[in-house]
Structures are given as C-alpha cells and as structure tokens.
C-alpha cells in the first residue's frame, strides 16, 4: 500500500508540475514533515490526506488504491 501511496502521489505531483516543496506549502507544512509524511504515509491525518487529493486532483480511493 506505501508504495502504491507513493506512485500515485509522484505520478500525480508530476503530472500537476507540483514539486515537494510546492506540494509543503499548499499543505502548510514544513518541507521535513511532507517529507516524511510521503515516506510514510500511515501519519498523516485523514484531513490532511483528504487535503493532499484536493491539491494532487486525486480521490481518496484513487490515492490508496492506485
């Protein structure tokens, strides 16, 4: 499932043309904490998720299950 995470996340950060530290800002958090929310993706919050689909223009559904 990470790693599932983590494809979809990137192919959607790509796809976007967001970067990793565009992607801390609009989630309003330091570059070390998207950092490590993105390698592992069990802490973050369900608001936090459902904030990172709305940015990456993915479903939840979309983001686990890619």
Do not use: Q, W
Not at 23 to 49: C, E, H, V
């Amino acid at each position: 499932m990470v790693e599932n995470f983590k494809r979809a996340v990137e192919y959607s950060m790509f796809h976007n043309k967001i970067t990793k530290k565009d992607l801390s800002d609009y989630m309003n958090m330091s570059y070390p904490t998207m950092l490590k929310y993105l390698n592992d993706p069990g802490l973050l919050r369900i608001s936090d998720a459902k904030r990172l689909c709305s940015i990456l223009n993915l479903s939840l559904t979309e983001l686990i299950n890619k």
